[in-house]
């Protein structure tokens, strides 16, 4: 007997920010929540670093003028854990919906580009960092580790993330793929660049669902005139800062399963049938059977980074002086690399 057919239907959320109140943002996306929750939805995908906002400053002003632009986004990033994620992961359990949302996360001194997956009953199942910030970002965020690089499973299937310009990074996608992800939840800022980043954005993700026989639902964000002129009030710049909207959802076989969104705020949403993950991989699985693991694999460093490790847990064994100390020196060496090694932990992530 044929098993019933296993439908998700997912959100595609592409709204504004709120740069005026501290709390404005987290409120539009509880709203948000509850609208997909009234259209049924059981995912919903917020766009890049959505909470407060995405730095768009970064892109048009010289460093010299970002220093008090960049103090406010630090004053008004997120806490993980903290109030923020406990409201979103409230409003994820009292709706049943898993739900990806993009913030800045502030861990002391530092920001980072942070995608949280909020499982149906509320978990946090996921917060990774996004590897490496991209041209004009690396002067807001700090990097990501390989630790992030993960598939989750989710009342809704197996989720996977990434952000914007990650996605030109095919080792980044290959490790996701190797985890046999189900949901690719895509984010970018969107009102950025100009309509070129739309197309190279669409190539991207169909791309990905392509190669990796999943779904992708995508999320851009989108900025108000008056907002862009808040941004900068020079003309010319301001035109970096339209464009580059691709709100969409794609299936395993490229296609789009409702028209994208590229103006305007509102929401794509369309029910995903988890059958086409398998019609697709019958003819193409890039992890298994159209895979030559023997040949070629990923290797990956997916401990988390640490800035700080005690001197008694990175020598030698041989210079340990008690099995306690070996017994720790275990425990570190499962988590970092001693002070005088470069060469990275590797493992087998296909085949």
């Given at each position: 007997?044929?098993?019933?057919?296993?439908?998700?239907?997912?959100?595609?959320?592409?709204?504004?920010?709120?740069?005026?109140r501290?709390?404005?943002?987290l409120?539009?996306?509880?709203?948000?929540?509850?609208?997909?929750?009234?259209?049924?939805?059981?995912l919903?995908?917020f766009?890049?670093?959505?909470?407060?906002?995405?730095?768009?400053?970064?892109?048009?002003?010289?460093?010299?003028?970002?220093?008090?632009?960049?103090?406010?986004?630090v004053?008004?990033a997120?806490?993980?854990?903290?109030?923020?994620t406990?409201?979103?992961?409230?409003?994820?359990?009292?709706?049943n919906?898993?739900?990806?949302l993009?913030?800045n996360?502030?861990?002391?001194?530092?920001?980072?580009?942070?995608?949280?997956?909020f499982?149906?009953?509320?978990?946090?199942?996921?917060k990774?960092?996004?590897?490496?910030?991209?041209?004009?970002?690396?002067?807001?965020?700090?990097?990501g580790?390989?630790?992030?690089l993960?598939?989750?499973?989710?009342?809704?299937g197996?989720?996977?993330a990434?952000?914007?310009?990650e996605?030109?990074?095919?080792?980044?996608?290959y490790?996701?793929m190797?985890q046999?992800?189900?949901?690719h939840?895509?984010?970018?800022?969107?009102?950025?660049?100009?309509p070129?980043?739309?197309?190279?954005m669409?190539?991207?993700?169909?791309?990905?669902?392509?190669?990796?026989?999943?779904f992708v639902v995508n999320?851009?964000?989108?900025?108000?005139d008056?907002?862009?002129r808040?941004?900068?009030?020079?003309a010319?710049?301001?035109?970096?800062?339209?464009?580059g909207?691709?709100?969409?959802?794609v299936?395993?076989?490229?296609k789009?399963?409702a028209?994208p969104l590229?103006?305007g705020e509102?929401?794509?949403?369309?029910?995903?049938?988890?059958?086409?993950?398998?019609?697709?991989?019958r003819?193409?699985?890039?992890?298994g059977?159209?895979?030559r693991?023997?040949?070629?694999?990923?290797?990956i460093?997916?401990?988390?980074a640490e800035?700080?490790v005690?001197?008694h847990?990175?020598?030698?064994?041989?210079?340990?002086?008690?099995p306690?100390?070996?017994?720790?020196?275990?425990d570190?060496?499962?988590?970092?690399?001693?002070?005088?090694?470069?060469?990275?932990?590797?493992?087998?992530?296909?085949?």
């Open positions: 007997m044929a098993s019933p057919p296993r439908i998700v239907r997912a959100a595609a959320i592409q709204i504004a920010p709120d740069f005026e501290p709390d404005g943002t409120e539009r996306v509880c709203s948000a929540i509850d609208e997909a929750a009234a259209k049924g939805a059981q919903a995908v766009p890049e670093t959505f909470v407060p906002y995405y730095p768009y400053f970064s892109f048009v002003l010289p460093p010299v003028l970002q220093g008090a632009p960049h103090l406010q986004l004053e008004r997120v806490v993980v854990p903290g109030p923020v406990q409201a979103v992961a409230e409003r994820a359990r009292a709706r919906m898993v739900v990806v993009g913030v996360e502030r861990d002391h001194g530092s920001l980072y580009n942070t995608q949280l997956v499982d149906a009953d509320g978990t946090l199942a996921l990774r960092r996004k590897i490496t910030p991209t041209y004009h970002e690396r002067m807001v965020w700090g990097m580790d390989g630790a992030g993960k598939v989750v499973d989710t009342a809704i197996r989720v996977g990434l952000a914007c310009w996605h030109y990074n095919p080792l980044a996608r490790a996701l190797a046999h992800e189900e949901i939840c895509a984010q970018f800022p969107g009102s950025l660049v100009g070129i980043f739309a197309e190279q669409e190539v991207t993700i169909r791309h990905h669902a392509l190669e990796s026989g999943c999320a851009t964000g989108w900025l108000t008056e907002q862009i808040a941004v900068t009030p020079d010319g710049l301001q035109k970096a800062l339209r464009g909207c691709h709100t969409a959802i299936s395993p076989e490229g789009h399963l028209p590229t103006e509102g929401m794509v949403v369309a029910d995903m049938d988890m059958a086409l993950i398998a019609k697709r991989k003819m193409m699985d890039s992890v059977h159209y895979a693991p023997e040949l070629l694999s990923l290797a460093n997916d401990r988390p800035t700080m005690p001197m847990l990175t020598q030698p064994q041989h210079l340990q002086r008690s306690e100390h070996d017994h720790h020196h275990d570190a060496a499962a988590r970092q690399p001693a002070a005088d090694d470069r060469a990275p932990v590797l493992r087998v992530a296909a085949g």
